[in-house]
């Protein structure tokens, strides 16, 4: 990232192939949305360039990257909640139809059941879920990247842990 | 929380996730395993959570698709366009590696005195083959550059330049729009008769183009009472291959009451190579036919 910062941009290349697959990942979980996490991946990469001069070379890459990934997904998330706000009748007409998805969600297979439930999980505990079990985060990690200790981090995992539990074997 | 005891139970509840994964401190662990034994309800918690975490581990990651790769990489090279000073000649690392987006303008070419160049030399194209080719001109003198094609002697002129055209006799092949678009006027430009359906009915059955086929059906269709429509229509039954003509057709046979093309249709219902979609259109067209 050194190198991206001194203007290099081809060193990003291996930054992508690295980081992209990840990346998605955790924007599909958090977003639950594919279509929108390639474009939210893409702008993760474009800030990284636009933004490579306040990379600070002591800092590890993959926590100032994910920080821009939180930010970016923080910053979507923000535009959808007032495109909700602006059509609260929407929401409304469509939550028949969200019951009736997830009976059938139900029904599909075991894999999906566990996404179906972690969309259910409010975004903070789902994230940390999803830094913990699927990006291979430590709770040191996590506390750093969320601003708070590595226990406090722990807890809340288990916490999340636990919800999900709940809302997994609800029935 | 059934049993007796459950304040101990929600007071361990935190406790249980560190339990399944086996990372409490040995004071922890030892008051949850004291308490386990007794709690049916805290056992259940933990063998859910292990049955989750394994469920967790198990899931697979979500791949996003090569176009994210192609986009990054496009964005890349805008970036490091941005970056080259804009004068021609100081072209830093010329030669991209082989696994990198190349644009298509080398950026020495890309200047504007080019661009300009090629929309000239494309313009004076367009104006010079707009005089050039015989489609451009009017139907009646498509019909004369091709006069040594015989039309049938009653006709009028329009109808053989429709022939003409639509059979690519005149040497040059016509885009499919084009075609189009003559069929379409086919029936409005002149008063229709034997001839303008002899030439919808050869578009239908011999165009290269579906669409082209299609916009031939629906002519035909506002040539319904013309003598030879309905049989015409009958037999395109089992030459057309594509799905969207068969189904136009079929439903143009049921609305017309064709009934000579029911044995069509039911050879159609039966053929292997019909899409199922088309099979059943057909079944049910001669549901209403007979």
């Given at each position: 990232?050194?190198?991206?910062?001194?203007?290099?941009?081809?060193?990003?290349?291996?930054?992508?192939?690295?980081?992209?697959?990840p990346?998605?990942n955790y924007l599909v979980r958090l977003t639950n949305?594919?279509?929108?996490?390639?474009?939210?991946?893409?702008?993760?990469?474009?800030?990284?360039?636009?933004?490579?001069?306040?990379?600070?070379?002591?800092?590890?890459?993959?926590?100032?990257?994910y920080?821009?990934a939180r930010?970016?997904h923080a910053?979507?998330w923000?535009?959808?909640?007032?495109?909700?706000?602006?059509?609260?009748?929407?929401?409304?007409?469509?939550?028949?139809?969200?019951?009736?998805?997830?009976?059938?969600?139900?029904?599909?297979?075991?894999c999906?059941d566990l996404h179906e439930a972690l969309a259910l999980l409010p975004t903070p505990q789902r994230e940390i879920l999803v830094l913990n079990r699927f990006q291979g985060f430590g709770y040191e990690e996590i506390g750093k990247l969320l601003g708070c200790t590595a226990e406090a981090a722990r807890v809340k995992a288990h916490r999340a842990l636990q919800a999900l539990r709940k809302i997994y074997f609800a029935? | 929380?059934?049993?007796?005891?459950?304040?101990?139970?929600h007071e361990l509840e935190t406790l249980l996730p560190g339990y399944s994964e086996r990372s409490l401190?040995?004071?922890d662990?030892?008051?949850v395993?004291?308490?386990?034994?007794?709690?049916?309800?805290c056992?259940r918690q933990v063998i859910q959570l292990r049955a989750l975490s394994d469920d967790l581990d198990a899931a697979?990651p979500?791949?996003?698709?090569?176009?994210?790769?192609?986009?990054?990489?496009?964005?890349?090279?805008?970036?490091?366009?941005?970056?080259?000073?804009?004068?021609?000649?100081?072209?830093?690392?010329?030669?991209?590696?082989?696994?990198?987006?190349?644009?298509?303008?080398?950026?020495?070419?890309?200047?504007?005195?080019?661009?300009?160049?090629?929309?000239?030399?494309?313009?004076?194209?367009?104006?010079?083959?707009?005089?050039?080719?015989?489609?451009?001109?009017?139907?009646?003198?498509?019909?004369?550059?091709?006069?040594?094609?015989?039309?049938?002697?009653?006709?009028?002129?329009?109808?053989?330049?429709?022939?003409?055209?639509?059979?690519?006799?005149?040497?040059?092949?016509?885009?499919?729009?084009?075609?189009?678009?003559?069929?379409?006027?086919?029936?409005?430009?002149?008063?229709?008769?034997?001839?303008?359906?002899?030439?919808?009915?050869?578009?239908?059955?011999?165009?290269?183009?579906?669409?082209?086929?299609?916009?031939?059906?629906?002519?035909?269709?506002?040539?319904?009472?013309?003598?030879?429509?309905?049989?015409?229509?009958?037999?395109?039954?089992?030459?057309?291959?594509?799905?969207?003509?068969?189904?136009?057709?079929?439903?143009?046979?049921?609305?017309?009451?064709?009934?000579?093309?029911?044995?069509?249709?039911?050879?159609?219902?039966?053929?292997?190579?019909?899409?199922?979609?088309?099979?059943?259109?057909?079944?049910?067209?001669?549901?209403?036919?007979?």
């Open positions: 990232m050194a190198a991206v910062k001194a203007d290099d941009l081809d060193q990003l290349v291996p930054l992508f192939e690295r980081y992209h697959g990346l998605f949305d594919r279509e929108n996490s390639e474009d939210l991946t893409q702008t993760v990469f474009e800030r990284i360039l636009k933004y490579r001069s306040s990379y600070q070379p002591t800092q590890p890459f993959k926590a100032w990257i920080q821009m930010n970016v910053d979507h923000h535009r959808q909640e007032k495109l909700r706000a602006a059509d609260v009748d929407e929401v409304e007409r469509t939550g028949g139809l969200c019951t009736a998805a997830f009976a059938q969600m139900r029904i599909n297979s075991h999906d029935n | 929380m059934k049993t007796p005891d459950s304040t101990a139970c401190s040995a004071a662990a030892e008051r395993a004291a308490h386990l034994p007794d709690c049916p309800s056992q697979l979500e791949a996003p698709r090569t176009a994210l790769r192609a986009n990054f990489m496009a964005m890349l090279e805008a970036q490091k366009q941005l970056l080259q000073p804009a004068a021609a000649g100081s072209v830093r690392g010329a030669a991209p590696a082989a696994a990198k987006v190349v644009s298509m303008w080398p950026a020495a070419l890309a200047g504007a005195w080019v661009r300009v160049a090629a929309s000239i030399v494309l313009v004076a194209a367009g104006v010079f083959l707009g005089r050039q080719l015989p489609w451009g001109s009017r139907p009646g003198t498509a019909g004369a550059t091709a006069a040594s094609v015989p039309a049938p002697a009653a006709s009028p002129p329009p109808t053989a330049a429709l022939a003409v055209a639509l059979r690519g006799d005149s040497g040059q092949t016509m885009s499919a729009s084009n075609r189009i678009a003559l069929v379409a006027s086919s029936t409005h430009s002149s008063a229709p008769n034997d001839a303008t359906v002899q030439v919808l009915l050869n578009t239908l059955n011999f165009d290269p183009n579906p669409n082209v086929r299609l916009a031939a059906c629906e002519a035909l269709y506002r040539l319904r009472d013309a003598p030879g429509v309905r049989d015409g229509l009958a037999n395109a039954l089992p030459i057309q291959t594509d799905p969207n003509v068969q189904i136009a057709l079929i439903d143009m046979v049921v609305s017309l009451r064709v009934h000579r093309a029911v044995p069509q249709l039911q050879r159609l219902a039966k053929r292997p190579d019909a899409l199922p979609v088309v099979r059943a259109q057909a079944e049910a067209g001669i549901g209403k036919l007979i």
